[in-house]
């Protein structure tokens, strides 16, 4: 059975750190496109990250440019999501999404895979 576990939310200070780590159980993320996506309440889902399946560039919405970044550990079978220089609005639930594409791909619609989310909370 395929799984996403993202872990590694909490609460932090205005401009502080925090490294979110999705890992997949029951499949090979190897040929997978990945992104992260973000959705704070009583707003709609905010793509903030994503990385094609094969080793081509990582786009990162404007909003968080300069302060997050996207990796992937193929070894271990898990993608990360940087983030520093934390703000208030960064607040969200942040959820990992897979499908198996070659290419980067932005449309939430497009993923088939999904975990359950981590919060992230900013004290300002």
């Known amino acids: 059975q395929k799984q996403l576990v993202e872990t590694g939310g909490g609460l932090v200070q205005f401009g502080g750190s925090l490294r979110l780590t999705c890992a997949a159980h029951g499949f090979s993320l190897a040929h997978y496109a990945i992104g992260w996506f973000r959705q704070a309440p009583g707003k709609e889902r905010e793509g903030v990250a994503f990385?094609?399946?094969?080793?081509?560039?990582?786009y990162l919405a404007d909003s968080v440019k300069g302060r997050f970044t996207m990796s992937r550990d193929r070894a271990n079978n898990e993608v990360y999501l940087q983030m520093d220089s934390l703000k208030p609005e960064d607040a969200a639930v942040y959820y990992c999404a897979a499908t198996f594409r070659g290419v980067l791909v932005r449309n939430p619609a497009e993923y088939d895979n999904w975990g359950r989310g981590t919060q992230v909370t900013v004290s300002s």
């Open positions: 990385m094609s399946g094969g080793d081509g560039p990582i």
